[in-house]
């Protein structure tokens, strides 16, 4: 099997620079040893004009067989024939990528010592590969192919045989790709995109491949229509390592659409401010664990830090300032907070729940214990967020009756999801105080005009009681991931609004001890939905 990569250039800028990107000397012919074969880098022309570099790749069949150990369908034993006699030698696959990964790697990483500007730009590239095994057909190549900007994708159907063409078209295709890319793009994208086609692998597929996906797919994959297949073919149709992958990619597209880092979505990180510490103790907004797993993400409802859903109990009472005994056995503001919602959840009638900003699972734990709550979803944009929840709530472990009551799923609130209709209820638990106020329409018509649930519960600090945190500083809110804390007032007045817009009656709870002139530490607004109400889409401010 083999492939070209061809470029053209002028006298200022030659195109045998391919050989310095592909560092590979155009005038030597290199040999290199791989574990089913040799690989072989020539250059059937060099000039400054046009350059083309040749990847051959001889593969030995009975090292496949040996290696292979009945992996993938080089080594597969279902005939004894058949292990020896195949494809493998002639068509594009795993092992060519493999190839291309292990001769090229300084190439695939786009580094080049000797010109960084040019490995850094696009050029004008020719690549064509004679037989690239194609399981969906001509048109699935150019499917795979076509939105990454290549400006021709020409796929030719092999036939089985040109003298009798009745035969038919085979499985195979000849693929030329031409257009201006970064080399290291275009070597990226073969790479993962070669055993996608063939649907195989001669290796098995363990979980560092996710990695190697999210490497090589850097910059396009999360972007790309056909994500889902290109992921389920490339882990060879792994459910987890599938899972997880596009669990990955889902964080890499909700960033680049907020335009922020990945980390900033998905941050399980450790406090190490004592004091921050000690008023998180008070307050319930944050772990009094040393080494918390909470999803503090700057942009809001994609991951907040959700006090008692994301983080170890809190230990601390938050009733009282003065710290005394009677007060140190009272449960903690977090726990009164959960409390308060499980009683509005009761008292509407609530059988189906949406945890919005789940975190690692509190709520949701705490729902299960009821048997009156049939369906409960927890949402979260953090991966890390829900592989702790999954892992606290026992989902391997559970029983098939009460798996099927509760389910973790990725999402930002801050876009419209239709996994999230039908339900009666939704939770916002200290989820928007974290949203920067620009998104807070949007989060609005996500979760009240989009998902509309007959009952929505929305908790959030009341800024007035943080006077009566004494390890608080005078102006400071109670976490530094908030980006707000309102008044009883400035609640009042965002809630009622929303109410109005979306066709929803408003009322307020106070959670906590209801204090004669601050209020009480976390006020709750109880959302019901007018029956008769007809709602518009996109009447939200």
């Known amino acids: 099997m083999f492939l070209t990569i061809s470029t053209t250039g002028t006298p200022e800028r030659p195109a045998t620079d391919l050989g310095f990107l592909l560092h590979k000397h155009p005038d030597r012919a290199q040999t290199f040893s791989t574990a089913h074969g040799t690989a072989h880098v020539l250059y059937p022309e060099a000039s400054a004009e046009r350059c083309t570099a040749a990847l051959l790749l001889e593969v030995d069949p009975v090292a496949l067989v040996r290696r292979g150990r009945g992996k993938g369908r080089g080594g597969a034993p279902d005939a004894a024939l058949a292990q020896y006699v195949n494809d493998r030698p002639y068509a594009a696959s795993s092992l060519l990528a493999v190839a291309l990964s292990t001769v090229f790697k300084s190439a695939l990483r786009g580094v080049c010592a000797a010109l960084p500007e040019r490995a850094a730009n696009p050029l004008p590239l020719r690549i064509e590969i004679p037989a690239v095994p194609a399981r969906g057909g001509a048109e699935l190549v150019g499917k795979l192919f076509g939105p990454l900007g290549w400006t021709s994708v020409e796929v030719r159907p092999v036939a089985l045989d040109e003298r009798f063409p009745q035969w038919g078209e085979s499985r195979y295709t000849h693929l030329v790709l031409e257009g201006e890319l970064r080399l290291a793009d275009a070597l990226r994208q073969l790479y993962v995109l ?78 190490d401010d004592a004091a921050e510490e000690t008023l998180a103790e008070e307050t319930g907004e944050i772990p009094a664990d040393p080494t918390p797993y909470g999803s503090n993400s700057p942009t809001g409802p994609a991951g907040p830090d959700k006090s008692d859903k994301s983080v170890s109990s809190v230990s601390a009472d938050s009733s009282d300032c003065s710290g005394s005994e009677s007060a140190a056995k009272e449960p903690s503001l977090a726990d009164q907070r959960r409390d308060a919602i499980l009683a509005a959840l009761r008292d509407a009638g609530a059988g189906t729940v949406l945890d919005l900003g789940c975190g690692e699972g509190r709520l949701v734990r705490a729902l299960l214990k009821d048997a009156r709550f049939t369906r409960i979803v927890g949402v979260d944009v953090s991966v890390r967020a829900l592989t702790i929840a999954s892992r606290r709530l026992g989902l391997e472990r559970m029983s098939e009756r009460q798996a099927a009551r509760v389910s973790l799923v990725q999402g930002a609130l801050t876009y ?126």
């Open 194 to 271: 070669l055993p996608v086609l063939d649907d195989a692998k001669h290796y098995w597929v363990a979980p560092d491949e996710v990695d190697k996906l999210l490497r090589a797919g850097d910059g396009w994959l999360a972007g790309h229509p056909e994500q889902k297949l290109i992921t389920s073919r490339y882990l060879a149709r792994r459910w987890s390592l599938t899972r997880q992958a596009m669990d990955r990619l889902e964080l890499v597209r909700l960033a680049e659409a907020d335009d922020i880092e990945v980390e900033a979505l998905d941050n399980a990180v450790a406090l």
């Open 416 to 541: 419209t999801d239709k996994r999230l209709k039908g339900y009666d209820a939704a939770v916002l638990s200290e989820v928007v105080e974290h949203v920067d106020p620009p998104r807070l329409p949007a989060l609005e018509y996500a979760v009240f005009g989009a998902a509309r649930p007959r009952t929505v519960l929305v908790t959030t600090p009341n800024a007035e009681y943080n006077v009566r945190w004494e390890t608080l500083p005078a102006g400071h809110v109670r976490h530094s991931d908030h980006r707000f804390e309102w008044t009883r007032e400035e609640f009042h007045g965002w809630a009622g609004a929303v109410a109005e817009r979306h066709g929803y009656a408003v009322a307020y709870v106070p959670v906590g001890p209801d204090d004669s002139e601050v209020g009480p530490p976390t006020q709750m607004a109880v959302f019901s939905r007018h029956e008769d109400s007809h709602h518009e889409e996109g009447k939200a401010a």
